[in-house]
């Protein structure tokens, strides 16, 4: 397959294991190899923990798996992140495609092509071949962010890339050992493309490395039970999942489900929210998702390939499953239709990828998550924070040599409220929920970089029933550095994170610049090369989680323990919650309720909420710009979306906005 060719996106997933059927090893074997290999690729994890290079992977953006001989996966680790979930075996199969009859002992291949089942170029993955009796039985293999690979940006995140000639190299599968043989040249090649070249060798050696362990710990196993014994084994741990996941389906109500997110806004064209829709039927052949009527491909990085559309998918999906592995064989029983290439959720070659992530990915998880919340309740839960990745690159000053820097910084934030339970607060993405925030130690040393504010984000939760769990506020100075810029890799400054049966949203992203000066500036969600200057200051909040159920249903006794917790301001408490609190000693955390006071306050906001959803967004607009009313009132009371930094009103987007809200929020209203 040639560079530029790629390979088809499937129209749909559908089986690749062969069909479920009975074990043929002992309950006792089978145990033993099923929890061995899920240890063989721990193991993988915990080797590139400790000897990769790159702030990045060591902050754990990193994944690793154990397929059979046909690329199928067989394990993957407990402590992967969501977004690799499902990616790993389009890879070990792009592999065998490239090579069918040219792979060998001691063989390891590199590919981050995401027209090739691939996540984004900044995601490289090492694959080894796993050899006994003279033939191919396994592949391990090992995906970890590579800080930066090259692209116009530092870093690689090029907002303003509408195709992928601009966000770094695209390393189709390409031999990197070839029979033992480590072959330093192509290694250059790869490494030299990037703006930290010693550390992505380090990487690329560690990653390697991390296979090899898997390689020993498999050939352990047939040093023990056999290579027959082994095979034989991944494929009844595959058949396991499926038949159990299958069993779990049969007690499900069957039947059809849609609902639709969006991202915020189409570059290329007018203002508007960008539409993802998901179509799910439950019977009695599996789980079948449609994405058709999803928009088409967006004028920016933000569009998803077909391997990252099928990760959301399963991601979602075994979010509701926790309990059970994860493999090919859960794959078995999900089949996905995307549609046609040339869409936002399966864009195709040659359109830019690299921001899937802030991108369709997370709406599809989070739109799977509402769907699934129907069908099992008891596990319901409302939009989450969306990922998102600030990043300052330039040279820095405090070295002689002046090096290229990537300050490549995510945050934590709130998950949504659940039907039995506030959200989690300060979480990993739902993306990647083994994500280590980085220390800012770590950050200030090798980085010209100052943290200057890293706390909990209060009123960020969205309000409910159960509050959305709260996000984070984080601030940071530029300090010794040289020709330097930032881009921002986010979504949800207009999209923003949603609450479900009555619940209300949480807050925009975005980042200002020099806040609070006469230089302050909104910079937005999304955008990159935006240069800056010793001594300027940067501030974002990450959003908390939508809410769960009616604000006003939340007892005051708990709102009253988030203003004491500062999760809830004493005026976001009487504005979203009707609940009127008393400071007496906030020194002290003395506080208390109103009790009259709040009886009246509620029934005064369940006699006008409706109305304010039909408040004319002019006016509302004005409201806001002439500082009568405050940010979350527009987005919360009167659903109106704005350029938060200027107060421009957006017609459409407030149109779609106040639509999902009617129907997520105010229908669950009681009258």
């Keep these: 397959m040639s560079d530029t060719a790629t390979a088809a996106a499937p129209a749909t997933a559908t089986s690749t294991p062969a069909p479920a059927r009975q074990t043929a090893l002992d309950p006792v074997t089978f145990e033993v190899l099923k929890n061995a290999f899920a240890t063989s690729v721990d193991l993988m994890s915990e080797q590139i923990l400790r000897t990769c290079y790159s702030f990045v992977i060591y902050s754990r953006d990193f994944s690793s798996a154990l397929c059979d001989a046909n690329g199928n996966t067989v394990m993957q680790g407990s402590g992967d992140i969501a977004v690799h ?129 898997c390689e020993r710990e498999v050939l352990r196993l047939v040093d023990r039970y056999g290579t027959s014994t082994v095979e034989m084994a991944m494929q009844e741990t595959q058949d396991y999942v499926e038949r159990t996941v299958r069993r779990r389906l049969a007690d499900l109500p069957k039947g059809r489900w849609e609902t639709v ?66 493999n090919s064989g859960f794959y078995a029983a999900v089949t996905a239709d995307i549609g046609p290439e040339g869409t936002v959720v399966n864009a195709g070659w040659p359109y830019a990828v690299t921001g899937f992530c802030s991108g369709p990915y997370e709406k599809l998880m989070n739109g799977i998550f509402e769907i699934w919340s129907q069908i099992m309740p008891e596990r319901a839960m409302a939009c989450a924070f969306n990922l998102e990745y600030l990043l300052v690159g330039g040279r820095d000053a405090r070295n002689e040599e002046n090096p290229y820097f990537m300050w490549y910084d995510w945050m934590a934030g709130g998950w949504g409220g659940r039907s039995s339970k506030d959200g989690s607060n300060a979480t990993a993405p739902v993306f990647g929920v083994g994500l280590a925030v980085q220390a800012c130690e770590g950050q200030e040393r090798l980085t010209p970089v100052l943290t200057t504010m890293h706390q909990i984000g209060t009123d960020s939760g969205g309000p409910g029933r159960f509050r959305g769990g709260c996000g984070v506020e984080k601030g940071g100075t530029l300090t010794d550095a040289d020709a330097s810029v930032m881009s921002y890799c986010c979504d949800r400054a207009r999209s923003i994170t949603w609450g479900i049966e009555g619940g209300l949203p949480s807050i925009p992203h975005g980042v200002w610049l020099n806040r609070d000066t006469a230089d302050e500036r909104f910079l937005g969600s999304i955008f990159s090369s935006v240069p800056v200057q010793p001594g300027d200051t940067f501030y974002r909040p990450s959003a908390g989680g939508g809410g769960f159920g009616d604000p006003l249903d939340r007892t005051p006794e708990e709102v009253l323990e988030d203003v004491i917790d500062e999760y809830v301001s004493v005026e976001r408490a009487a504005e979203d919650y009707g609940v009127v609190v008393l400071a007496v000693d906030p020194e002290l955390d003395q506080y208390e309720i109103d009790r009259e006071a709040t009886a009246s306050k509620r029934a005064w906001i369940r006699a006008n909420r409706a109305s304010w959803l039909q408040a004319d967004p002019a006016v509302v607009a004005e409201q806001y710009r002439a500082g009568e009313i405050g940010l979350l009132d527009v987005i919360r009371r009167h659903g109106v979306i704005l350029d938060w930094g200027t107060g421009e009103l957006f017609e459409e987007t407030t149109q779609q906005h106040r639509e999902q809200m009617s129907r997520r929020s105010a229908a669950h209203w009681a009258a």
């Design 85 to 213: 979930v499902g990616t790993l075996h389009f890879q070990a199969k792009a592999v065998i495609e490239e090579f069918p009859d040219d792979i060998h002992p001691g063989d390891v291949f590199a590919i981050n092509d995401p027209y090739r089942g691939g996540t984004h170029f900044n995601d490289v993955s090492f694959v080894r071949p796993i050899f006994s009796e003279g033939r191919i039985i396994a592949f391990a293999q090992n995906k970890g962010h590579w800080a930066d690979i090259g692209g116009k940006v530092p870093g690689s995140f090029d907002v303003s890339a509408a195709e992928h000639f601009g966000e770094g190299l695209r390393i189709t599968p390409i031999r990197v050992w070839s029979r033992g043989k480590f072959l330093h040249d192509v290694a250059q090649l790869l490494v030299a493309n990037t703006r930290a070249p010693e550390q992505a060798l380090g990487d690329l050696h560690a990653q390697s490395e991390a296979t090899a362990v």
């Design 261 to 326: 997110d969006y991202m915020d806004v189409d570059p290329g064209k007018s203002e508007g929210l960008v539409p993802i829709k998901i179509v799910m039927t439950l019977d009695g052949e599996g789980i079948h998702y449609n994405l058709e009527g999803s928009a088409e491909v967006v004028d920016t990085f933000l569009n998803s390939g077909y391997g990252t559309t099928f990760s959301a998918i399963y991601a979602g999906t075994k979010t509701f499953f926790p309990d059970v592995p994860l």
